[in-house]
């Protein structure tokens, strides 16, 4: 049984391509409005476990428990509406900075308020690019597009992939404030970074990723300043070899 405090839960979890199992997840739950830091070396399995909580590939094995419903074939529509992704390498719509916020919202029917949607160019720095063809966007311009398009769906949980990878100071700073936003408004967000300062200034918990699997998980400072497990010492020191 998932704790009720439990969006979700993973049980059993395995995926493979072919015949590589690239994820194996014992158990892990992902409690109601927490931020899950997940860190882990480049092909550790970060970005496949993003996958798999938004519903885009189903696990080859065990299951996911979202929201009380073990989450099979039939993820209904309305459950994926509740989680957005903002992935490693966002494709942007080949429309305007605006018309990227808003279009997922018009084919969802969900009004918004243009007010709303100027508030958010705003604080993501894109104001000025508004009536831009994202197309013609820098690498770091299109994240942002791509992270204030998730945000203008108010997620229930809100998967973020190295959403500040491409970034300078000044702009992780303004993503990094528009999550905490999202966190004081109860948003369950998972997050996988290689930037473990990013881990420390943003989330409750931390787990770490190695092979697929789960090494340790624990709260953020306790991950970071006095792990248990021998693994996490030596991807914290920049000991291991990958
Ligand atoms: N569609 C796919 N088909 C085959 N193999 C895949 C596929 N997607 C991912 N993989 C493999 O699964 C492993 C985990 O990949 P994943 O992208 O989840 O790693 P990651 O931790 O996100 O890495 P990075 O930090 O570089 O983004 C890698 O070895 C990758 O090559
Ligand atoms: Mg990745």
Redesign the pocket.
């Given at each position: 049984m998932a704790a009720p405090d439990a969006l979700y839960r993973l049980e059993a979890v395995r995926h493979q391509y072919g015949d590589r199992l690239v994820l194996q997840i014992d158990e892990l739950e992902i409690k109601r409005g927490e931020t899950l830091c997940v860190i882990g070396p480049s092909g550790s399995g970060?970005?496949t476990l993003l996958r798999l909580l938004q519903f885009l590939e189903r696990p080859t094995g065990g299951r996911i428990v979202y929201d009380g419903f073990p989450a099979g074939d039939g993820v209904s529509l309305e459950t994926r509406r509740q989680v957005t992704c903002v992935f490693?390498r966002p494709v942007v719509l080949d429309r305007s900075v605006r018309a990227n916020l808003t279009y997922g919202l018009r084919v969802r029917r969900v009004h918004h308020d243009r007010r709303e949607v100027d508030r958010l160019l705003e604080a993501l720095g894109l104001d000025r690019l508004a009536a831009t063809p994202a197309r013609t966007l820098s690498g770091g311009e299109i994240q942002r597009v791509a992270f204030g398009r998730a945000l203008a769906f108010n997620p229930k949980a809100l998967l973020l992939?190295?959403p500040t990878a491409n970034l300078d100071p000044r702009n992780v700073r303004l993503v990094e404030d528009l999550i905490r936003d999202r966190q004081a408004q109860g948003t369950t967000i998972v997050l996988?970074t290689h930037q473990i300062f990013q881990a420390r200034r943003l989330a409750n918990r931390t787990a770490l990723l190695l092979d697929g699997q789960i090494v340790e998980v624990a709260p953020t400072a306790i991950l970071l300043d006095a792990p248990r497990d021998p693994r996490t010492r030596a991807f914290l020191n920049g000991d291991m070899i990958y």
């Open positions: 970060k970005s490693q992939d190295e996988a």
